[in-house]
């Protein structure tokens, strides 16, 4: 197992199009985060999951975002018709317990909303 | 979670220890200090992290004062891959296991 990965690396859209990236967790991992980040900016906190369970969701999760973790592997954030605001470098991390803040990050996927 | 404050930027010749500072004077009881680094174009990479008592691991150590509100990281001998920006983190269970980042400490390790 290599790590976190995430696809696609890079993206580009149109405004008001559809994106869903894809976030594969360390396989033995339980929790999973979703976390954006603009340029200049530390990380924000979206989402996370334990399992398929979703069990929180920032503020900043507009409802044009959707996370699933269908079967408590890999998961997708969809974000829905969107918006230049929405360019940013978007991270997922996984952790192997509760509490267990030795998050591993993957690579993240940018997105470019043009 | 506890909000701490780092210097925007420092510099470190090659070779030399590199001491990254944190003030978390907020911090309580049940909150630990983690420190991540971010290379950049790459995710954040899991450093080190106390409660009370220094820590040492391969990569890092890290020291915190006594009343526990502030901490330093060093890193023993810095290369320039050890060029990041190094964020500083107070966190618990009890603030659902989410991670809030500040702005960091850029360091730039110097041939």
């Known amino acids: 197992d290599t790590g976190v990965s995430q696809n696609p690396r890079h993206k580009i859209t149109k405004r008001g199009q559809n994106v869903t990236f894809r976030c594969d967790p360390i396989?033995?991992?339980?929790?999973l985060y979703w976390y954006r980040q603009t340029l200049g900016q530390g990380p924000e906190f979206l989402t996370y999951?334990?399992?398929?369970?979703?069990?929180?969701k920032s503020r900043l999760l507009s409802d044009r975002f959707s996370a699933e973790r269908p079967k408590g592997s890999f998961s997708t954030l969809e974000i829905q018709r969107t918006e230049q605001g929405d360019s940013a470098m978007y991270l997922c991390?996984?952790?192997?317990?509760?509490?267990?803040?030795?998050?591993?990050f993957g690579s993240g996927t940018r997105l470019t909303v043009v | 979670d506890a909000k701490t404050t780092q210097p925007t930027s420092m510099d470190c010749a090659e070779g030399r220890a590199a001491n990254l500072p944190c003030n978390h004077s907020?911090?309580?009881?049940?909150?630990?200090v983690y420190w991540y680094r971010q290379i950049h174009s790459q995710g954040p990479q899991y450093i080190i992290h106390?409660?009370?008592n220094n820590e040492t691991n391969e990569m890092a150590s890290l020291i915190i004062t006594e009343d526990r509100k502030s901490s330093t990281l060093i890193l023993p001998h810095a290369t320039l891959r050890d060029t990041a920006v190094y964020y500083c983190?107070?966190?618990?269970?009890?603030?659902?296991?989410?991670?809030?980042f500040g702005e960091g400490t850029q360091l730039t390790v110097n041939p």
């Open positions: 396989s033995e991992h339980n929790r």
């Open positions: 991390a996984s952790s192997v317990r509760t509490g267990d803040y030795g998050y591993t």
């Open positions: 983190i107070g966190g618990s269970e009890t603030s659902g296991s989410r991670l809030t």
């Open positions: 999951f334990q399992n398929e369970a979703q069990l929180e």
């Open positions: 907020t911090i309580s009881g049940n909150e630990y």
């Open positions: 106390g409660l009370k």
